[in-house]
């Protein structure tokens, strides 16, 4: 049972990342990988205007026009839950105020985690299994949160990483090469380090001139 648990898993993993697929399109040659990976490969080959899949090496010219495979996406989710499933939780059930896991089934136990990669709040024994599903690629984690859906892009679904100086918002990195392609943009994380810099000189400033009245 485990060793066909594993074959499937092996069957459901991006050979560019090692992770379970996300947004799985396939390639003329039939291999599947996360659009992202596939498009970061070609975005490489776009000098060259000839294009090859990562596992087999066949080339493409054009570039191939790529899909989501829904079939797959549902196949990749099934097989996610059904794993998280198969660990039990301790109780920990949730309370006023506490973020609910979203794998436990029946009373809900409470999050510690929340994964902006999968959009899914984890208890502390699903927060294992979550890690133990994705052993290629650390996703982005953080303290256990109701407002997942904030740090989303409603247009591409996807997080937002970046922040554009230009229009002083936050991006997610397709919003960076479509509407805010050549502006001045950084991370989110160097932008909130950057601001923590400046707030904190501003402090400093702020207390040795009332220290000199």
Not at 67 to 84: C, G, W
Not at 169 to 191: F, N, P, Q, R
Request: a positive charge; aromatic letters at 6%.
């Amino acid at each position: 049972m485990a060793e066909s648990s594993t074959k499937r898993q092996d069957s459901f993993t991006c050979s560019v990342c090692l992770d379970l697929i996300k947004d799985p399109v396939a390639v003329p040659c039939g291999h599947t990988y996360c659009l992202g990976c596939i498009k970061g490969c070609w975005d490489q080959e776009d000098g060259k205007g000839i294009y090859s899949c990562p596992q087999c090496r066949q080339t493409f010219r054009p570039r191939p026009v790529l899909s989501r495979n829904v079939l797959i996406a549902e196949m990749v989710e099934e097989f996610r839950k059904t794993r998280m499933q198969t660990y039990v939780p301790a109780h920990c059930y949730t309370g006023p105020g506490d973020v609910e896991c979203d794998i436990c089934t029946g009373k809900k136990l409470q999050a510690v985690k929340s994964c902006l990669d999968c959009l899914l709040s984890y208890c502390k024994t699903h927060f294992k299994a979550h890690n133990d599903l994705h052993p290629g690629r650390k996703h982005s984690v953080i303290d256990a949160t109701g407002q997942l859906q904030e740090r989303i892009c409603s247009r591409h679904k996807k997080v937002f990483e970046i922040f554009c100086r230009t229009d002083q918002s936050c991006i997610c990195y397709l919003c960076m090469m479509d509407e805010h392609k050549g502006h001045d943009t950084v991370t989110a994380a160097a932008e909130r380090t950057d601001k923590q810099v400046s707030i904190g000189v501003r402090y400093v400033s702020m207390r040795a001139l009332i220290s000199t009245n």
